[in-house]
Every structure is written in structure tokens, then in C-alpha cells.
């Protein structure tokens, strides 16, 4: 099993910055694509970023392309979401998901494996 644990999350003003980790343990963290999910209420879960097992490939969904960025760092477990600009409709809960050895869909909800918690994220306008 792999245990994953977001944190990073708050309440931050329309424009303002956040960053998001999610720290991995019990398996090897660089053998897995990881990705960010979010969930707004009332609404289905949503793709937002992923990024390949060396960290050379990122994905990112239209709506945040340009304000967030997908990283990883192999050595300390954790990946991480810098969310920039943030508009009142990113508001939602933050998942991290992973994969092992990656996916041809990293948009795809249903290609992960392992699950965080989520971390609430809230944009006041």
C-alpha cells in the first residue's frame, strides 16, 4: 500500500498563492506518476495537473494551465501543486493520486491507484 498525505491547503483570497504537497510512503515514490485531482461541492472530480515518474513530463487541465505548476522531488517523496492567481472557482477539495509506472491517460481519474485524503481549498472573491 501507499499512503498519500495532502497538506497545503487553506482559505486565500481571489489572486493570492497557495502551495499544495502531498507526501508518499510505503512504496517507492519514483516509480509512480502522480497527479492532483479537486472536487468542487455538487460537482464530479476533476483533473488539474500530472506529472511523469522522472518529473520530465507534466499535464495540465485547460483552466489551470498557466497559473499552476506540477513538481516532484524523488528524493524527499512529495510533489507539489504552486497554484498562482487563484479565481474563487478553484475552490474545491485537492486530491493527489498515483500510478505506478505512469499512464497514457493521466487525466483519468480511474487510472490511479493510491488516493490521498484531500485538502480543502477556498478562493474568496
Known amino acids: 500500500q501507499m499512503q498519500l498525505v495532502e497538506s497545503g491547503g487553506g482559505l486565500v483570497q481571489a489572486g493570492g498563492s497557495l502551495r499544495l504537497s502531498c507526501a508518499a510512503s510505503?512504496?517507492?515514490?519514483?516509480?509512480?506518476?502522480m497527479a492532483w485531482f479537486r472536487q468542487a461541492p455538487g460537482k464530479e472530480r476533476e483533473f488539474v495537473a500530472a506529472?511523469?515518474?522522472?518529473?520530465?513530463?507534466?499535464y495540465y487541465a485547460d483552466s489551470v494551465k498557466g497559473r499552476f505548476t506540477i513538481v516532484r522531488d524523488n528524493a524527499k517523496n512529495t510533489m507539489y501543486l504552486q497554484m498562482d492567481s487563484l479565481r474563487p472557482e478553484d475552490t474545491a477539495i485537492y486530491y493527489c493520486?498515483?500510478?505506478?509506472?505512469?499512464?497514457?491517460?493521466?487525466?483519468?481519474?480511474?487510472?490511479?491507484?493510491?488516493w490521498g485524503q484531500g485538502t480543502q481549498v477556498t478562493v474568496s472573491s
Open positions: 493520486a498515483a500510478k505506478r509506472l505512469g499512464t497514457s491517460y493521466p487525466d483519468r481519474s480511474s487510472e490511479y491507484d493510491y
Open positions: 510505503g512504496r517507492t515514490f519514483s516509480s509512480y506518476a
Open positions: 506529472i511523469t515518474t522522472s518529473g520530465g513530463y507534466t
